[in-house]
C-alpha cells in the first residue's frame, strides 16, 4: 500500500487529479450500475412470483383427487404446464403432477413449510431442478391428506417451480451494459479529468515558466496576465507572485539605489583622508615638516572624516538590519527616559544652546537603542540648524513628542524629500551628515506604529512632531 501511494505522490498534479476523477467516476459508476442491476433483479424477481402465486392458485378439481391418492400413487392429473410442478409430503415424499418436466429437489425449508406453515402462506426460494436447471421455486402448504379410513393422513404441500433461464438472461445482458457503459464512463471521465486538469493547471504552468524564467535570469520585471475579475486560488497565487516580484524588484532598486549613494557618500571623506594621509606621508618622506599649525588641522580633518565615516557606517548598519532583528529587541519603554537620555547627548553637542523640555510619562512598544537614536537624530537636526545661543523647545505629552527650533527652517519645496535616504538640503551640504539621519527615525517610528512630520513653524525655524501609540501607565508586567 505504502509503495502505491508512493507511486501516485510521484505522479505530475495533472495525472493525479485525472486519476481522482477516474476513480470517483468509477466509485459513482459501480455504485449506481450494482443499484441498477440489484433493482432490476427485484423486479423481474417480483414478476415471476407473482407468475407463480397465479399457477399455485389455479387448482381444477382434480388436484383434490390427486391430493386424496397423493400417498398411494406417484402420479397425479396434468395440472400445470411449462412448470415443474409437485406435490410434497411433510416428510418429504414427492407425488409428480403429470405434464411436470421433473422433480424439484426438495429443502428442509420446504418441509418445515409445509408442516408448520398456515395454507394461505407461501414460500419463494432459488433451486435446482432434477435436471439441473435454476428455477424459482413456490412452496405452498395444501394441509393433510384424507385416507380411504375416512381420517387424515399427513400433511402436503404444492411446489411449483418455473426456469431461471430467461431471467438469468436477462440478468447477465445488464450486467453486460452495465459493465460496458461503466468502462466507458471511467475511460471517459478519466480523459475529462486529465483534460480539466491541463486547463485548470494552466496558469500553474504559466506561473512555474515564470518562476524558472527568474531564477534562471533574475528578471524581476515578468509579470504572470490575471483576469481582474477572477478571485480562484490559481488567480490569488499568480496576483501574490505579482506582489512578490514588483517587491523584490523594487527592494532590489532601493539596494542599488542604497549601494550606489553610499559609495557616493562615502567618496568625498575617502577623498578627503586619502588627500590629507598622502600630504602627511609626502613630509615624512621628504624630510620637510609641515607648519605645526597645519599639521594640527590636518590631523583634526583626518579625525573629523573618521567620525563622518564612522557615523555613515553605522547608519548603513542600521538601515541594512532585517525586520526581524528589530522584532527579537522590541520591548516597552518609557519614552520620557529615551527623550530625557537623548537631550543630555544634545546639550553635549550643543553647549550653547538653551534646551527647555516639558515631558510626560509615555510608555510605547519598540526597540531601546533604535527609538533612542531616532529622538536622537531629531535633536541633532534641531541643534545642528540652530543659531548660535538659539533655543531649542521639547515637549512629551500623550505621546506627542514636539521639537521646535529656531533657526531657519526647510523651504516648502523640500519638505517631501526631508526623509528620502542621502537627501540634503542644498543649504546644508556644508555641514556633517550623511543624509540617513531622518530616514532613520522615519523607518524606526513607523516600525513601532507611529508618524513623523516635519512642517516649518510659526514665526521660523521648524518643528518635527512624532507620534507614537502607547500608553502613561506602563502595562503590567513590563519591565
Sequence with gaps: MNRVLRRYRSLPIRSRLALLVAA?????????????WFIVQGKLYAQV????????????????????NCTETPYGTGVFRNTYSQLVQEDGTVCILQDSAATVKVT????DQIKDADTDEVYFRNGTAGDGTGVRVLTRPLGPTATASGGTGPKVGLVVAVSLKSTQKTLNELALILLLVSGIGVVGAGAAGLAVARAGLRPVDKLTEAVEHVARTEDLNIR????????DEVARLSRSFNSMTSALASSRELQQQLIADAGHELRTPLTSLRTNIELLTRSEETGRPIPEADRKALLASVKAQMTELAALIGDLQELSRSEGQRGERVQV????????????RARLRGPELT????LQPWYVLAEPAAMERAVVNVLDNAVKFSPEAGTIEVQLAHGLLTVRDHGPGIPAEELPYVFDRFWRSPSARALPGSGLGLSIVARTVEQAGGQVMLARAEGGGTVATVRLPGADTPPPGSP
Design 24 to 36: 470517483a467516476v468509477a466509485f459513482a459508476v459501480a455504485a449506481v450500475s450494482v443499484t441498477c
Design 49 to 68: 412470483n407473482d407468475d407463480l402465486k397465479k399457477a399455485s392458485m389455479r387448482m381444477p378439481g382434480q388436484l383434490q383427487d390427486a391430493l386424496d
Design 108 to 111: 428442509q425449508a420446504d418441509q
Design 224 to 231: 504572470i496576465p490575471v483576469e481582474d475579475d477572477s478571485e
Design 333 to 344: 519603554i518609557s519614552l520620557e527616559e529615551t527623550v530625557e537620555s537623548a537631550l543630555r
Design 355 to 358: 534646551i527647555t523640555a516639558d
